[in-house]
């Protein structure tokens, strides 16, 4: 997180992500972008701010996630959730506050799975996820149990932190807010 208000993707850029790369590529440098650094944090100094946006008349789900942005294609940025990871935590868990708007909802999870050279796709070995559609006025800690389904080793985890749950379909409510720390 920089010093600026302004949410920096950690190096290296193929860990941690936002929508932020992106809006830049397109609109040149906001002047308060989709994630934000927050001094409204549970520890330390800062949290990270995610609050959901009409950018040029779109909707833009605020939205964290392990990975990277793809922009091969220039001001057509694709999300790469994901990263490789061969662990088997138990739990994913942290600090957050959530402020929807009109009805949207929060989306937290964590997904691992493994590749299968026999189909040619992912298959998945653990998930959990918490969803919000009410307020949470107050830093509020979560554990959230891994429900695996496979004893495999995964090759890859994807982790999302999202104001609005179906940013990724461009649903969702500008304004919604949500504060991971």
């Known amino acids: 997180l920089s010093t600026s208000g302004r949410y920096e993707d950690p190096s290296p850029t193929t860990t941690w992500a936002t929508p932020n790369y992106a809006m830049d590529l397109i609109l040149g440098n906001l002047a308060t972008s989709i994630v934000q650094k927050s001094t409204d944090a549970h520890g330390g100094s800062y949290a990270a701010l995610m609050k959901s946006r009409n950018i040029v008349g779109n909707f833009v789900g605020a939205t964290l996630f392990s990975g990277q942005l793809n922009t091969t294609v220039p001001f057509s940025p694709v999300p790469l959730l994901g990263m490789p990871f061969t662990g ?13 708007v009109g009805g949207d909802s929060s989306d937290i999870y ?4 493994k590749w299968n ?6 298959d998945d070995i653990g998930y959990v996820e918490k969803r919000d559609y009410a307020a949470v006025n ?15 080793t995964p090759d890859s985890i994807t982790i999302v932190f999202s ?10 409510q500008v304004g919604s807010s949500l504060w991971i720390d």
Request: charged letters at 10%; a positive charge.
């Open 117 to 122: 050279t026999a189909t040619n796709t992912r």
């Open 110 to 113: 964590l997904k691992l799975t």
């Open 138 to 152: 107050n830093y509020t800690q979560f554990y959230l149990p891994i429900n695996y389904t496979s004893t495999q």
């Open 163 to 172: 104001a609005s749950a179906g940013a990724e379909q461009k649903l969702g």
């Open 88 to 100: 088997r935590p138990v739990a994913l868990s942290g600090w957050y506050k959530y402020t929807p």
